[in-house]
Antibody, heavy 121, light 107 residues
Framework: QVHLEESGPGLVKPSQTLSLTCNVSGGSISSGDYFWSWIRQYPEKSLEWVGYILSNGNTYYNPSLMSRMTISKDTSKNQFSLKLTSVTAADTAIYFC?????????????WGRGTLVTVSS | EIVMTQSPATLSVSPGERVALSCRASQSVSVNLAWYQQKPGQAPRLLIYGASLRATGIPARFSGSGSGTEFTLSISILQSEDFAVYYCQQYNHWPRTFGQGTKVEIK
């Protein structure tokens, strides 16, 4: 059973870079037809798909965030990361990492617990 | 971007009742639709994928139906643990999008 866990600063200042890491256990991020994803949930509870990185390293980003974000992976540590630059208060959210199986479709059976990131000075 | 609209926003029901939650897509998403349940302080939990297929371990009282732009999540006999927020998600178009959620609360 795959397990995902987010880590990173809970407070980021406006205009700075948000950096989060998702540690994966119970499965390799370099194998299989999987989509290693970031999804965020705003304080009012709406969910936004942020983007993902495939096992082969290809990435897909939400167009609304594409100019500010990067998703990368470190296969030696079996983890993947999100960087979001020039953050504002609008980026305050709970950030989840999750895994979708490409073969059946991009729905999310496995999620981390989520980490709250607040953007504030 | 595909807009997913869920209704109602809140549903007040009693345990033992049957409920039907609606999700409408602004364009056809075929059957590429999933439903999730979320309880306070937890991540969403996958219930249904492919519009009507139950995920592993999901009780049979949960069922999904629909295709194209109209979808329904039904809970046949509401249990106390089913009071939560339910979200739909389409994975047919980029970017993937979620509905705003329906809260099922105790009447």
């Amino acid at each position: 059973q795959v397990h995902l866990e987010e880590s990173g600063p809970g407070l980021v200042k406006p205009s700075q870079t948000l950096s989060l890491t998702c540690n994966v256990s119970g499965g390799s991020i370099s194998s299989g037809d999987y989509f290693w994803s970031w999804i965020r949930q705003y304080p009012e509870k709406s969910l936004e798909w942020v983007g993902y990185i495939l096992s082969n390293g290809n990435t897909y980003y939400n167009p609304s965030l594409m100019s500010r974000m990067t998703i990368s992976k470190d296969t030696s540590k079996n983890q993947f990361s999100l960087k979001l630059t020039s953050v504002t208060a609008a980026d305050t959210a709970i950030y989840f990492c999750a895994r979708a199986s490409g073969g059946l479709g991009e729905f999310y059976a496995f999620w981390g617990r989520g980490t709250l990131v607040t953007v504030s000075s | 971007e595909i807009v997913m609209t869920q209704s109602p926003a809140t549903l007040s029901v009693s345990p033992g009742e049957r409920v039907a939650l609606s999700c409408r897509a602004s364009q056809s998403v075929s059957v590429n639709l999933a439903w999730y349940q979320q309880k306070p302080g937890q991540a969403p939990r996958l219930l249904i994928y492919g519009a009507s297929l139950r995920a592993t371990g999901i009780p049979a009282r949960f069922s999904g139906s629909g295709s194209g732009t109209e979808f329904t999540l039904s809970i046949s006999i509401l249990q106390s643990e089913d009071f939560a927020v339910y979200y739909c998600q389409q994975y047919n178009h980029w970017p993937r999008t979620f509905g705003q959620g329906t809260k099922v609360e105790i009447k």
